[in-house]
């Protein structure tokens, strides 16, 4: 049974640095053609894609918050942890992550609300 | 990037109806399309991969259709539980560009 569970702060100051964590069980970020990926999605808006990362290390980025990403994974954990900086309010949003494999992101975490707010 | 443009926005319809929503890439992406469900407080459930392949436990009157730039998703006798919010999302290439959603709502 694949699981996935989203864990950091609900409230981050803006300019800060967010941290996420995705613990997953079912699967293995080891394993050849396993990829997971975070998206977000501002309250009552469409999903926004952030980044994935795949089994054999290689990370890719939406261009739109490229330069504020960083995305890593701990096999042994089962985990992987986005890193966002210089948080604005208009973060402020449910971060996803999910299994990513050819046919799409076929599991997805509960997801986790992050707000920006002094 | 490849933008991704679904229509209609929002979408009124009774249960029993036949809708079709579709989705437009800005280039061609093959198959490379999924369509995703989402319920209000809930995440995304994958509805269709590669255009057209249904998932594992999807109904069989979800449905979907087209390559290169342009898809459906046709739902072919609405349910009470089918009212979501669709969005499309390319698999062709990064970013995995999402549409920007098409609301169904009960009329």
């Known amino acids: 049974q694949v699981t996935l569970k989203e864990s950091g702060p609900a409230l981050v100051k803006p300019t800060q640095t967010l941290t996420l964590t995705c613990t997953f069980s079912g699967f293995s970020l080891s394993t ?12 009552g808006k469409a ?4 980044a994935r990362i795949d089994w054999d290390d290689d990370k890719f980025y939406s261009a ?9 994974k701990d096999t042994s954990k089962n985990q992987v942890v986005l890193t966002m900086t210089n948080m604005d309010p208009m ?12 046919k799409g992101l076929d599991y997805w975490g509960q997801g986790t609300l992050v707000t920006v707010s002094s | 990037d490849i933008q991704m443009t679904q229509s209609p926005s929002s979408l009124s319809a009774s249960v029993g109806d036949r809708v079709t929503i ?8 093959s198959s490379y399309l999924n369509w995703y469900q989402q319920k209000p407080g809930k995440a995304p459930q994958l509805l269709i991969y590669a255009a057209s392949s249904l998932q594992s436990g999807v109904p069989s009157r979800f449905s979907g259709g087209g390559s290169g730039t342009d898809f459906t998703l ?11 919010t669709y969005y499309c999302q390319q698999s062709y290439s990064t970013p ?5 959603g098409t609301k169904l709502e009960i009329k």
């Open chain 1, 32 to 43: 050849s053609g396993m990829r997971a990926s975070w998206i977000r999605q501002p309250p």
């Open chain 1, 47 to 50: 999903l926004e894609w952030l």
């Open chain 1, 64 to 72: 739109s918050v490229n330069t504020r990403l960083t995305i890593s």
């Open chain 1, 91 to 102: 973060d402020t949003a449910t971060y996803y992550c999910a299994r990513d494999v050819t």
């Open chain 2, 22 to 29: 579709t989705c437009r890439a800005s280039q061609s992406i």
């Open chain 2, 74 to 84: 046709t739902i072919s006798s609405l349910q009470p539980e089918d009212f979501a």
């Open chain 2, 96 to 100: 995995r560009t999402f549409g920007q």
